[in-house]
């Protein structure tokens, strides 16, 4: 099966900085697109950004141009960038990858434990 372990959270200053990690660990066929979603307290998770293997990056409207994602394949790690932060980024952070597992076909969904992320104003 595969892990997911999200780490680099914290509380910072509205207009400072957090870089998230999120390293995969277990067994697996492959790796597809990965994810960071976020769910504040009392709202729906929203997706913030996306990375597929290639390196094609999507979006969440309010986070473009302060957010950045990007992963490393060799260590099966994939990163958020976050600056210029915001309370309204308040949230608790997910990490997701769309896995196939060895002998299987599908793609099948993994999420981390999240991390907290507090922007105080």
């Known amino acids: 099966q595969v892990q997911l372990v999200e780490s680099g959270g914290g509380l910072v200053q509205a207009g400072g900085s957090l870089r998230l990690s999120c390293a995969a660990s277990?067994?697996?066929?492959?790796?597809?697109?990965r994810s960071w979603y976020r769910q504040a307290p009392g709202k729906q998770r929203e997706l913030v950004a996306g990375?597929?293997?290639?390196?094609?990056?999507n979006y969440a409207d309010s986070v473009k141009g302060r957010f950045t994602i990007s992963r490393d394949n060799a260590e099966n790690t994939v990163y958020l960038q976050m600056n210029s932060l915001k309370p309204e980024d308040t949230a608790v952070y997910y990490c997701?990858?769309?896995?196939?597992?060895?002998?299987?076909?599908?793609?099948?969904?993994?999420w981390g434990q999240g991390t907290q992320v507090t922007v105080s104003s």
């Open positions: 997701n990858a769309n896995v196939i597992l060895r002998g299987g076909t599908k793609l099948v969904d993994y």
């Open positions: 277990g067994t697996w066929f492959s790796i597809s697109a």
């Open positions: 990375i597929t293997t290639g390196g094609t990056t």
